[in-house]
């Protein structure tokens, strides 16, 4: 069992950075890959990244490739997002998921936090 909370989402302007972050429960968080996902408001969630067991590869939407950047601190059983150059088509709530890297679908998702960017 995984449990975990996402933080570092906020109010930003446009071409504002944020950076998230996700703080896993369980000595078992290194084997398991970590995602991000988004929501907007009336739309489907989507992915945006997803980080490997052990960091070294990362994957992303190509929304946001070249801006935002996934990584993991296994140590610290935390997940990062760092976010550059917002828009406000990045507006969403932001969740964070968890799943073992043979497993397409992800099994366990935080609460969320939410980004809003500005104009």
């Known amino acids: 069992q995984v449990q975990l909370v996402e933080s570092g989402g906020g109010l930003v302007q446009a071409g504002g950075s944020l950076r998230l972050s996700c703080a896993a429960s369980?000595?078992?968080?290194?084997?398991?890959?970590m995602g991000w996902f988004r929501q907007a408001p009336g739309k489907e969630r989507e992915f945006v990244a997803a980080?490997?067991?052990?960091?070294?590869?990362?994957y992303y939407a190509d929304s946001v490739k070249g801006r935002f950047t996934g990584s993991r601190d296994n140590a610290k059983n935390t997940v990062y997002l760092q976010m550059n150059s917002l828009k406000p088509e990045d507006t969403a709530v932001y969740y964070c998921?968890?799943?073992?890297?043979?497993?397409?679908?992800?099994?366990?998702w935080g609460q969320g936090t939410q980004v809003t960017v500005s104009s």
């Open positions: 998921a968890a799943k073992v890297p043979s497993r397409h679908e992800y099994d366990y």
């Open positions: 369980g000595r078992t968080f290194s084997s398991y890959a």
């Open positions: 980080i490997s067991w052990r960091g070294g590869s990362t």
